[in-house]
């Protein structure tokens, strides 16, 4: 059963590919079958002949059919050139000497006629006959929309025929590959950082044509950047200067020919100037709403994290990771507290960025005083808050177990927590939260001094008299 798929698939694959290939010829010309003999020459043009009533005898399907097809001439020595195939089949009658051809091209508004005459007594001898003409020597350009029609010769009204069509584009790969202006071009660039300005040089391509040179944003498509620079192709000098904003990884380097469906080149040289695109973070402080808007689609894992000042670590703040965005991340009912930070992580490496940290916005503050056996927390906030409070025990740097002991606490309020001997030491913390929102950074107090009167530590060491003794300790912000 696989086999038989894997044969349809390539059947398929080939079929699309010899759907790619133009038809070759080495020369154009004019030919009749059925041994009828035929000859060519130019026209008038297709606007320049008056139609007669045709007589009873003729038959209106006289003209019987009309296939057009593209055919490309290549020549050793010579650039490729795409031609029309037009095939046409009429009946031979004695009132039609012949046929006219001819193409119209929608985009130059310019036509193309030939005259298609037939050997008089052969084709009494043959009256009634199918006859098929083939002329292929009609040139176009790629991408081109043609109006062709066949008539006869006279021309009988309401005896013709008529057709559109388009002719390949680049994007066809025989096309793409064979004829000259499909190509590209080659992209160099030199850039100019002071300035904000990059200098494109362009080769490789026809001197004929005219060439579009941009700067756009590379996203599912490349986003313009300001206007398109024309390289003109009389011009011997094949530069152009086009000023950035910002190097940005997806910032590219576009050029085509000036032709329709032309196919593009792209140079994006700065995919590696990523730091730029950690700046662009925005808080609104009605909807304590945080968010991160990409200048460039970037693979990225973003996270909160609490900045410790001790070893210059950001400890991530759990639930808050999000992967891969397309425009925005978006953190609602955020703390603004200055250690509250974004880290963004790529392939290439992880990078922080603090937007409270310059102080611009209110931020909160936990003091605790140890008095006798009991430890006393504070909160201080210019706006209204509530906190959480507990003590913990610190097993690593970023790990603090808590011990059963939690507390809520309003601004302005303060909460005392009985200790035990056994609690005082240097991984026991006080650690405090904000609760009324959704992302809070938690505040550590550790190292906490308290005094048991008449006690000694558990340690050995000679005890010290600490009754009424009191140490303030505020956190860092």
Same mark, same amino acid.
């Given at each position: 059963?696989?086999?038989?798929?894997?044969?349809?698939?390539?059947? %398929?694959?080939?079929?699309?590919?010899?759907?790619?290939?133009? *038809?070759?010829?080495?020369?154009?010309?004019?030919?009749?079958?059925? &041994?009828?003999?035929?000859?060519?020459?130019?026209?008038?043009?297709?606007?320049?002949?008056?139609?007669?009533?045709?007589?009873?005898?003729?038959?209106?399907?006289?003209?019987?059919?009309?296939k057009i097809s593209t055919v490309m001439?290549? +020549?050793?020595?010579?650039?490729?050139?795409?031609?029309?195939?037009?095939?046409?089949? =009429?009946?031979?009658?004695?009132? +039609?000497?012949?046929?006219?051809?001819?193409?119209?091209?929608?985009?130059?508004?310019?036509?193309?006629?030939?005259?298609?005459?037939?050997?008089?007594?052969?084709?009494?001898?043959?009256?009634?006959?199918?006859?098929?003409?083939?002329?292929?020597?009609?040139? !176009?350009?790629?991408?081109?929309?043609?109006?062709?029609?066949? #008539?006869?010769?006279?021309?009988?009204?309401?005896?013709?025929?008529?057709?559109? /069509?388009?002719?390949?584009?680049?994007?066809?790969?025989?096309?793409?590959?064979?004829?000259?202006?499909?190509? $590209?071009?080659?992209?160099?660039?030199?850039?100019?950082?002071?300035? #904000? %300005?990059?200098?494109?040089?362009?080769?490789?391509? *026809?001197?004929?044509?005219?060439?579009?040179?941009?700067?756009?944003? #590379?996203?599912?498509?490349?986003?313009?950047?300001?206007?398109?620079?024309?390289?003109?192709?009389?011009?011997?000098?094949?530069?152009?200067?086009?000023k950035y904003s910002q190097l940005l990884?997806? =910032?590219?380097?576009?050029?085509?020919?000036?032709?329709?469906?032309?196919?593009?080149?792209?140079?994006?040289?700065?995919? @590696?100037?990523?730091?730029?695109?950690?700046?662009?973070?925005?808080? @609104?402080?009605?909807?304590?709403?945080?968010?991160?808007? *990409?200048?460039?689609?970037?693979?990225?894992?973003?996270?909160?994290?609490?900045?410790?000042?001790?070893?210059?670590?950001?400890?991530?703040?759990?639930?808050?990771?999000? @992967?891969?965005?397309?425009?925005? +991340?978006?953190?609602?009912?955020?703390?603004?507290?200055?250690?509250?930070?974004?880290?963004?992580?790529?392939?290439?490496?992880?990078? %922080?960025?603090?937007?409270?940290?310059?102080?611009?916005?209110?931020?909160?503050?936990?003091?605790?005083?140890?008095?006798s056996e009991q430890i006393q927390v504070?909160?201080?906030?210019?706006?209204? $808050?509530?906190?959480? !409070?507990?003590?913990?025990?610190?097993?690593?740097?970023?790990?603090?177990?808590?011990?059963?002991?939690?507390?809520?606490?309003?601004?302005?309020?303060?909460?005392?927590?009985?200790?035990?001997?056994?609690?005082?030491?240097?991984?026991?913390?006080?650690?405090?939260?904000?609760?009324? !929102?959704? /992302?809070?950074? *938690?505040?550590?107090?550790?190292?906490? /001094?308290?005094?048991?009167? &008449?006690?000694?530590?558990?340690?050995?060491?000679? $005890?010290?008299?600490?009754?009424?003794?009191? #140490?303030?300790?505020?956190?860092?912000?």
């Amino acid at each position: 059963m696989i086999s038989i798929y894997v044969q349809i698939l390539l059947i %398929i694959l080939f079929w699309n590919t010899d759907c790619q290939i133009i *038809p070759r010829i080495e020369e154009c010309g004019l030919s009749c079958s059925q &041994g009828i003999h035929c000859k060519s020459k130019p026209s008038g043009g297709i606007f320049n002949s008056f139609c007669h009533d045709a007589p009873a005898s003729l038959s209106s399907m006289v003209l019987k059919s009309m296939k057009i097809s593209t055919v490309m001439k290549c +020549v050793l020595g010579s650039p490729c050139t795409l031609h029309l195939n037009i095939k046409g089949t =009429l009946s031979l009658d004695e009132n +039609v000497r012949g046929l006219e051809i001819c193409s119209f091209s929608m985009d130059t508004q310019q036509s193309q006629c030939i005259n298609v005459r037939f050997t008089r007594k052969k084709s009494k001898m043959l009256n009634g006959k199918k006859v098929q003409v083939e002329f292929n020597c009609i040139e !176009v350009n790629v991408a081109q929309h043609i109006y062709v029609t066949m #008539k006869t010769l006279p021309h009988y009204c309401e005896v013709r025929l008529s057709q559109q /069509y388009y002719v390949e584009d680049c994007r066809n790969s025989d096309v793409g590959k064979y004829i000259p202006a499909c190509s $590209a071009g080659k992209l160099d660039y030199n850039l100019d950082r002071a300035r #904000k %300005i990059v200098t494109v040089n362009v080769s490789n391509f *026809p001197r004929d044509q005219d060439y579009y040179v941009r700067l756009c944003h #590379k996203w599912f498509t490349c986003e313009d950047v300001g206007a398109f620079a024309v390289i003109k192709g009389k011009e011997s000098f094949k530069s152009v200067s086009l000023k950035y904003s910002q190097l940005l990884p997806c =910032l590219c380097i576009e050029g085509w020919l000036a032709l329709p469906d032309a196919r593009r080149m792209q140079l994006c040289p700065f995919e @590696n100037d990523t730091q730029v695109l950690w700046d662009n973070i925005v808080y @609104n402080p009605s909807t304590q709403t945080l968010a991160w808007e *990409p200048a460039c689609p970037v693979l990225v894992t973003v996270n909160l994290c609490r900045f410790t000042r001790s070893n210059d670590h950001c400890e991530d703040i759990e639930n808050s990771f999000k @992967n891969s965005p397309e425009k925005q +991340v978006k953190y609602s009912r955020v703390d603004t507290h200055p250690r509250l930070c974004m880290k963004f992580t790529t392939k290439q490496g992880s990078w %922080i960025k603090c937007p409270f940290a310059h102080g611009e916005f209110p931020a909160w503050k936990m003091r605790t005083a140890a008095v006798s056996e009991q430890i006393q927390v504070f909160f201080t906030s210019q706006t209204k $808050a509530r906190f959480s !409070v507990l003590v913990c025990n610190r097993t690593q740097m970023a790990s603090c177990e808590s011990l059963g002991m939690h507390h809520s606490v309003s601004v302005g309020d303060s909460v005392s927590i009985t200790v035990s001997r056994e609690m005082c030491g240097s991984t026991i913390c006080i650690q405090g939260w904000r609760t009324d !929102v959704d /992302y809070s950074v *938690p505040l550590q107090i550790c190292d906490t /001094y308290c005094g048991f009167h &008449g006690q000694s530590h558990s340690d050995g060491n000679p $005890a010290k008299a600490m009754t009424h003794r009191m #140490k303030s300790v505020q956190s860092l912000h």
